[in-house]
């Protein structure tokens, strides 16, 4: 894997690690904070498409200037002159040929009945390894040509969620095949469409596993994208796609008819161009869900993540930094860390105490622990086995992780591609592990490492609100904990770093953006959303750098509206 082991070896998978919670948090959640409808660019008379706040967009549907008729016509032709032509970023596997219909029926129910909340008419793509129904005419697949054609019992219960709030589901987003879950190659890389890559680096690591929807959601693709995280998967595509990533508390969000990689870790998140974008479909896919049994623990109203909005949020709270940590597995490039060190000063200027160095207080066992490993082994076989055999149609005859591993052989022209993406060493680890006494114990003691004895311990020594990490470094004692992390842009390396060599995709490059990640205890997305807001709005670096020219789709709304553009 060469040059690509920094980002997209074990740390990056969508994999590994859990939690406990404290109750150091207090005032926030119950207050009443008007919503605002943050302002975006126009062309002509309409949002420009790359930036476009779903508000924007509710607002211009709501006033009649376009149509969400036009708003799918002019993604679906930005995702044409991108995914596979001109820079082929290889963001998107495939559109919902049942989107323009959606969106017709939605238009019309606008003008009888009125919009059904925020999310009405708006596109959302979602990560290929989420379910939706089969006769809307999309796959399922998590990028792999296993699953092609497989018959999902019924939508993801986020999916459903979304489509009963009004948004078009657009289309299904690449992806690291199964999560990063196959074996170790490159991020971004799925044997259905190919190898994705950066809209900020040509060529550039997507970062994975939720490649796709950062790429896209990243150059206006669509309005938003969901994501899934095990470790890493949702806040590392958005930190190296210049984006907002929610990756909330295990239990939040309902992984029924999602592909799995662990039970105990997997989790599914918004991944947006703003913390409100985010906050809007937060609102919107969290709560409970009894064929997820992990979403009845959670606390009992789904609060409204948009009241968290107030860019005073940071008054008086008080933020940790765990130093030491920067050095796990990745050593941090300079620039990552001097943009990081700038930030506290802003977070101070917004009224915060940081609290530096406040490192973990079990830093040596977390840094030593491979508990996590242990646990999604056996949940990788145990999670793929019962989600395949609840599937209703599987035309390739796949039934089991033996019979994935057995069909990649097969196919292994198709699958196993040289030079880069020939591994199924998790697989085949998997396929070998069994659910014995160090399984069980390596369950309790990853809650323990990264919750009572890791972020909370730590949290309550220094009585801290949340811990504050560079996004690259941020994800594993959260997801072996299955606590949130919040995480918005902070930067982009300098424009005269060197292009990393392609392998095939490049590590690095000038501009590449990197992200910087608030960390909390089980269930505190709505306190963790308002300090990243505060800082967003402080500082609003996402805007600071576009993608390369290339990688810009042209098409806008004032290409389609009125019917004057035709696919
Ligand atoms: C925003 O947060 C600040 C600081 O916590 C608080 O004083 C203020 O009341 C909040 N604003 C609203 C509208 O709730
Ligand atoms: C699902 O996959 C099949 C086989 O490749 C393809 O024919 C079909 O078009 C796919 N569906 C969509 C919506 O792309
Ligand atoms: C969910 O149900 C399974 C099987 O019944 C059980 O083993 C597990 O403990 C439950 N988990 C939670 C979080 O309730
Ligand atoms: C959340 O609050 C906003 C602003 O008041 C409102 O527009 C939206 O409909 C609410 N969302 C939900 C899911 O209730
Ligand atoms: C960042 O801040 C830490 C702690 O104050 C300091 O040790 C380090 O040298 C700073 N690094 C950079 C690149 O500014
Ligand atoms: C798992 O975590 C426990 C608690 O920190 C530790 O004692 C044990 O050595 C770890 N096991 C492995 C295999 O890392
Ligand atoms: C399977 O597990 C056994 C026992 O842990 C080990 O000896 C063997 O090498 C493993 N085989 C593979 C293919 O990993």
């Known amino acids: 894997m060469g040059a690509q082991k920094g980002v997209s070896g074990l740390g990056w998978l969508a994999l590994v690690t859990v939690t406990v919670s404290l109750c150091i948090q207090a005032a926030y959640a119950d ?42 016509q002019a993604y679906l032709a930005r995702i044409e002159e991108v995914n596979l032509k001109g ?18 029926e939605l238009d019309n129910e606008r003008r ?21 129904l089969h006769s809307e005419g999309m796959n399922t697949t998590a990028g792999s040509y296993a699953l092609l054609h497989s018959v999902v019992p019924r939508d993801a219960h986020v999916a459903a969620k979304l489509r009963d709030a009004g948004a078009v589901l657009l289309g299904k987003a690449s992806m690291s095949e199964w999560s990063s879950a196959r074996g170790t190659f490159p991020s971004g890389f799925s044997a259905r469409i190919g190898q994705g890559s950066s809209p900020y680096v040509p060529l550039g690591n997507p970062c994975g596993s939720s490649s796709g929807s950062g790429v896209a959601t ?64 937060l609102s919107i896919i969290a709560g409970p869900d009894p064929r997820d049994n992990y979403t009845l623990v959670q606390p009992p109203a ?22 030491r940590f920067f050095n796990y597995r990745n050593r941090l490039d300079e620039h990552i860390i001097a943009a990081f060190n700038s930030s506290l000063d802003t977070m101070r200027a917004l009224g915060a105490t940081i609290v530096d160095p406040a490192d973990f207080v079990n830093h040596e066992e977390l840094v030593v622990s491979t508990n996590e490993s242990i646990v999604i082994d056996v ?114 390396l300098p424009p005269d770093t060197p292009l990393a060599p392609a392998e095939p995709t490049r590590i690095s490059g000038p501009n590449q953006p990197f992200g910087i990640a608030f960390i909390g205890t089980a269930w505190k997305e709505f306190q963790l959303i308002s300090y990243a807001y505060a800082y967003e709005q402080a500082t609003h670096t996402r805007l600071k750098v576009r993608a390369f020219p290339e990688a810009v789709p042209t098409t806008q709304l004032a290409d389609v509206v009125g019917g004057r553009f035709h696919t």
């Not at 975006?40 to 149509?67: C, M, T």
């Not at 994208?225 to 508390?249: H, R």
């Not at 020939?422 to 014995?436: K, R, Y």
Request: aromatic fraction near 6%.
């Open 31 to 72: 207050e009443q904070v008007p919503f605002q409808l943050p302002e975006a660019d126009r062309v002509g008379p309409f949002p420009e498409l790359y930036e476009a706040s779903i508000s924007e967009l509710q607002k211009g549907l709501q006033n009649g200037e376009f149509s969400s008729v036009d708003l799918v």
């Open 87 to 104: 820079p082929a970023l290889r963001a998107v596997i495939e559109t919902n040929p049942s989107a323009l219909q959606q969106a017709a």
């Open 112 to 132: 009888t009945s009125g919009p059904r909340g925020l999310l009405h008419g708006i596109p959302i793509l979602l990560k290929d390894n989420i379910a939706t």
């Open 218 to 281: 990243a150059i206006g693709l669509a309005a938003a994208a969901l994501g899934t995280e095990t470790d890493g998967s949702i806040v590392c595509p958005s930190s190296f796609n210049n984006l907002v990533g929610v990756k909330p508390t295990v239990g939040l969000t309902s992984r029924n008819g999602v592909i799995p990689i662990s039970e105990h870790q997997d989790t599914v998140g918004p991944m947006a161009r703003s913390v409100a974008d985010a906050a809007i479909l």
């Open 302 to 323: 789904v609060p409204n993540y948009t009241k968290a909005l107030n860019a005073s949020a940071l008054r008086g709270v008080r933020l940790g930094v765990p130093r």
């Open 379 to 492: 949940d990788l076989k145990h999670g793929l086995n019962k989600y395949i055999s609840e599937l209703v149609h599987v035309p390739t005859g796949v039934k089991d992780l033996a019979g994935l591993i057995a069909f990649n052989e097969a196919h292994a022209d198709l699958e196993l591609v040289p030079p880069y993406w020939t591994s199924q060493s998790q697989f085949i680890t998997s396929q070998n592990s069994s659910a014995d006494q160090a399984y069980y114990d390596a369950i309790i003691a990853n809650r323990e490492l990264g919750g009572k004895h890791g972020i909370d311990a730590t949290l309550h020594k220094y009585g801290l609100d949340a811990l504050l990490l560079p996004t690259l470094v941020s994800s594993m004692p959260a997801a072996i904990a299955g606590y949130p992390i919040v995480m918005v842009p902070l930067g982009f």
